[in-house]
């Protein structure tokens, strides 16, 4: 994980570690990120042959350098860099970081860890600057005796890090320098570092590198690096004489006990407590949610009066009761503006008749229904509200929505522009190492080293590696709202992705605990029925969807199938979905739901239910096919409803039973249910589904009546998206 995306992570892990008692409560956790300093003020750290690359612009002293630098982004881009290591000091410290990380972006729009010097000073009060320990200039100027560029390059920073000698003879080694120095001449370097910072009033601090926390782990970095080196050698070959664990104060304080007892108890133990004394900055800036000012009235009006046009003057108890859950959990959450926000871009996007409908869990809610974002009503369908607002009506609701593939930028872009909004951005979606690539991952480099590894530790280097990022990139369906008023840098540094956009430095998971934030995709159904409906002047709102003529072109061997067939209709088009349809045979609008469910559920039917379908041991309405089922069948066999979804949510992950769940299902669930939920991997919310066949058949009754007209827009949208 890059440093700075570590630290939402590391601040739920120390919570984590507080639960099960393994630090002390005096452990203190310190934010900051290394990064590579370019300095384009004074011209100190530039090396020594930096100066040739300027001598032909008539400028003779490193100082000099300084005037080319304003208003040259490039010149900035082509300067040598140093390492250093920033530490949040203060509260204030958080934003400052995340502003200077942000303009650093501009000129180092792929490099995030580069940052020029005039920003690091715009933005120094509440951070401490470290001159790392693994500079490789600073080492070849000590050892050759140029004491001048050593003190202008300390100046520069708050402390300075020294590392053990075999550390540095491998820094030495990887650079090629041709010079020869033992270990005295190395432990003279460190001697003549540390009196060149204390001379400048600076700390020196003791530290041997860190990659991973105990010896024994250095195998499950060795395979983690095979990720970009084959045999994970080529980088650890490096530094195979770094001991890069986390030492014992005492394994330290032997590295350096050639500075004397006392000096080697200072860099070691008393310089790092007063360093951390410094530090007063105890968690992130700001981590809370932020929350509009309320809309609790409109939005509660709003729906109340669509219920009433729906459901007439008199509203059911039932109705009554699930629009009041979700309305008293969203007005409980403050997400009232979630909802109006999306009301508003929906209602942007049906001005310009797009087609829009629900995507996930959105589907599920009255709410969203009588807002319109879909067109679905849940208790009609039964589904259950908790996927949306959460088992204790705690959930921020995910607000997703799909629009034709050729509309997403435009309705995208929208989001700046709502009401209340001063503008969007995307966010970090990080690539972390999956289960079956973690596997590959080390038999590969078993195969390559022609290794075996017992069961246990095979899973103690799967625990260390497994879902470790290893990429970041951006999730393109869908933007936080940066409300009116509100400074994005106070909550996360913005990159620069390959095509110059802008990225949130952290992630989605995270910045959607704080922002609105709504999904927008775009789907190919959603093109095809945008175009026909505009090309045909026939609203696919006047559809009937439980016509049974046009049930029969999903049935095999009928007249319309043999005649019209499914393709372009890419929910029900393709070999497995055929297959299902075949065995299946769907006779209406919820069979339908059931074999779209299927076709993108992991070991339901395959592997599952299809054997015992085929052999009769399974009826038509027993087949689990959906979360709801699960939960349906759940509450069936005596669960309670909360209960039934955190089971459902168990089972859709693949996670299986819980030993509590097993236990209140003992003796009332049939052996059948307990089998099949056992071996589910994934499994398809039925709201979803149902979205994905209201567009089915509603291009089914386009493909029926207007045959040119859909095979003309089917063959366009291939050609353009």
């Known amino acids: 994980d890059r440093s700075v995306q570590a630290f939402p992570k590391a601040y739920r892990l120390l919570d984590l570690l507080k639960k099960e008692n393994e630090i002390s409560e005096g452990f203190k956790l310190v934010y900051g990120t290394e990064i590579y300093i370019v300095d384009d003020v004074s011209g100190a750290v530039i090396h020594d042959e930096g100066q040739d690359?300027?001598?032909?612009?008539?400028?003779?002293?490193?100082?000099?350098?300084?005037?080319?630098?304003?208003?040259?982004?490039?010149?900035?881009?082509?300067?040598?860099?140093?390492?250093?290591?920033?530490?949040?000091?203060?509260?204030?410290?958080?934003?400052?970081?995340?502003?200077?990380?942000?303009?650093?972006?501009?000129?180092?729009?792929?490099?995030?860890?580069?940052?020029?010097?005039?920003?690091?000073?715009?933005?120094?009060?509440?951070?401490?600057?470290?001159?790392?320990?693994?500079?490789?200039?600073?080492?070849?100027?000590?050892?050759?005796?140029?004491?001048?560029?050593?003190?202008?390059?300390?100046?520069?920073?708050?402390?300075?890090?020294?590392?053990?000698?075999?550390?540095?003879?491998?820094?030495?080694?990887?650079?090629?320098?041709?010079?020869?120095l033992t270990d005295k001449d190395l432990q003279k370097v460190n001697e003549e570092i540390l009196y060149t910072a204390e001379q400048a009033e600076k700390y020196v601090i003791a530290s041997n590198n860190v990659h991973y926390l105990c010896q024994k782990d250095e195998l499950a970095w060795r395979i983690f690096q095979s990720i970009e080196d084959k045999d994970g050698d080529e980088e650890c070959e490096k530094y195979h004489d770094d001991k890069r664990y986390f030492m014992t104060t005492q394994e330290l304080l032997d590295e350096f006990k050639y500075l004397g007892k006392e000096k080697a108890a200072q860099v070691v133990i008393e310089n790092t407590n007063e360093l951390v004394d410094h530090i007063e900055a105890d968690k992130p800036i700001i981590t809370d949610r932020i929350f509009i000012s309320s809309e609790k009235e409109k939005l509660r009006n709003m729906c109340y009066r669509q219920a009433h046009e729906v459901y007439g003057s008199e509203i059911s108890k039932e109705i009554n009761a699930r629009i009041e859950l979700e309305l008293q959990t969203i007005e409980k959450n403050k997400n009232e503006n979630y909802f109006l926000f999306a009301n508003d871009l929906i209602s942007k996007c049906r001005l310009k008749e797009y087609e829009v409908d629900s995507r996930g869990m959105a589907g599920s809610s009255i709410v969203a229904y009588l807002m319109g974002f879909t067109g679905i009503d849940p208790v009609k369908y039964n589904?259950?509200?908790?996927?949306?607002?959460?088992?204790?009506?705690?959930?921020?609701?995910?607000?997703?929505?799909?629009?034709?593939?050729?509309?997403?930028?435009?309705?995208?872009?929208?989001?700046?522009?709502?009401?209340?909004?001063?503008?969007?951005?995307?966010?970090?979606?990080?690539?972390?190492?999956?289960?079956?690539?973690?596997?590959?991952?080390?038999?590969?480099?078993?195969?390559?080293?022609?290794?075996?590894?017992?069961?246990?530790?095979?899973?103690?280097?799967?625990?260390?590696?497994?879902?470790?990022?290893?990429?970041?990139?951006?999730?393109?369906?869908?933007?936080?709202?940066?409300?009116?008023?509100?400074?994005?840098?106070?909550?996360?540094?913005?990159?620069?992705?390959?095509?110059?956009?802008?990225?949130?430095?952290?992630?989605?998971?995270?910045?959607k605990q704080i922002f609105p934030q709504i999904h927008v995709m775009g789907h190919i159904s959603n093109e095809l029925l945008s175009k026909i409906a505009i090309k045909t002047e026939y609203d696919p709102?006047?559809?009937?969807?439980?016509?049974?003529?046009?049930?029969?072109?999903?049935?095999?061997?009928?007249?319309?199938?043999?005649?019209?067939?499914?393709?372009?209709?890419?929910?029900?088009?393709?070999?497995?979905?055929?297959?299902l349809i075949s065995e299946i045979d769907p006779k209406n609008f919820m069979q339908l739901v059931v074999v779209n469910c299927l076709s993108h559920d992991s070991w339901v039917w395959d592997n599952n239910q299809r054997i015992m379908f085929q052999s009769n041991e399974l009826d038509m309405d027993e087949i689990i096919s959906s979360r709801e089922d699960v939960y349906e069948q759940a509450i069936n066999y005596g669960m309670e409803k909360k209960s039934a979804f955190l089971l459902s949510e168990r089972i859709r992950k693949g996670s299986g039973f819980g030993v509590d769940q097993k236990?209140?299902?003992?003796?009332?669930?049939?052996?059948?249910?307990?089998?099949?939920?056992?071996?589910?991997?994934?499994?398809?919310?039925?709201?979803?589904?149902?979205?994905?066949?209201?567009?089915?058949?509603?291009?089914?009754f386009y493909k029926i009546n207007y045959p040119e007209i859909f095979m003309e827009c089917v063959e366009s949208s291939k050609t353009r998206i």
């Open 53 to 180: 690359i300027y001598s032909d612009k008539g400028i003779e002293s490193l100082s000099q350098i300084s005037r080319l630098f304003t208003g040259n982004p490039e010149a900035i881009r082509n300067l040598p860099v140093t390492h250093a290591i920033i530490w949040i000091k203060t509260q204030q410290g958080f934003s400052h970081l995340y502003h200077a990380m942000t303009e650093a972006a501009k000129y180092f729009p792929y490099d995030e860890l580069k940052m020029p010097q005039s920003i690091i000073d715009k933005y120094r009060e509440g951070i401490i600057i470290c001159l790392a320990g693994d500079n490789s200039e600073i080492i070849k100027a000590e050892a050759e005796g140029r004491k001048e560029y050593l003190e202008k390059v300390i100046s520069l920073f708050d402390y300075v890090e020294i590392q053990p000698i075999n550390n540095l003879k491998n820094i030495l080694s990887n650079i090629g320098y041709s010079k020869t």
């Open 383 to 511: 589904l259950m509200p908790y996927g949306f607002i959460g088992t204790y009506e705690e959930q921020i609701p995910m607000i997703m929505i799909n629009v034709p593939i050729s509309k997403l930028q435009y309705v995208q872009d929208e989001m700046s522009s709502l009401n209340g909004i001063d503008s969007s951005i995307y966010c970090d979606d990080p690539i972390r190492i999956a289960d079956d690539q973690c596997e590959k991952l080390i038999d590969d480099y078993l195969e390559s080293h022609s290794m075996d590894m017992s069961k246990t530790q095979r899973k103690e280097i799967k625990d260390h590696i497994e879902d470790t990022v290893i990429e970041d990139k951006k999730y393109p369906f869908s933007k936080i709202l940066i409300p009116d008023g509100i400074d994005l840098n106070d909550y996360t540094p913005v990159r620069y992705d390959e095509d110059d956009i802008p990225v949130t430095e952290f992630d989605k998971s995270y910045l």
């Open 541 to 579: 709102l006047n559809i009937n969807l439980n016509d049974e003529e046009i049930i029969t072109l999903f049935q095999p061997s009928t007249k319309l199938n043999e005649k019209f067939g499914l393709d372009g209709i890419p929910e029900f088009e393709g070999l497995y979905v055929n297959e």
């Open 663 to 700: 236990i209140a299902l003992n003796g009332k669930a049939p052996a059948r249910f307990i089998s099949v939920c056992e071996k589910i991997r994934y499994l398809y919310p039925r709201a979803q589904a149902i979205t994905n066949v209201i567009k089915s058949i509603r291009l089914a």
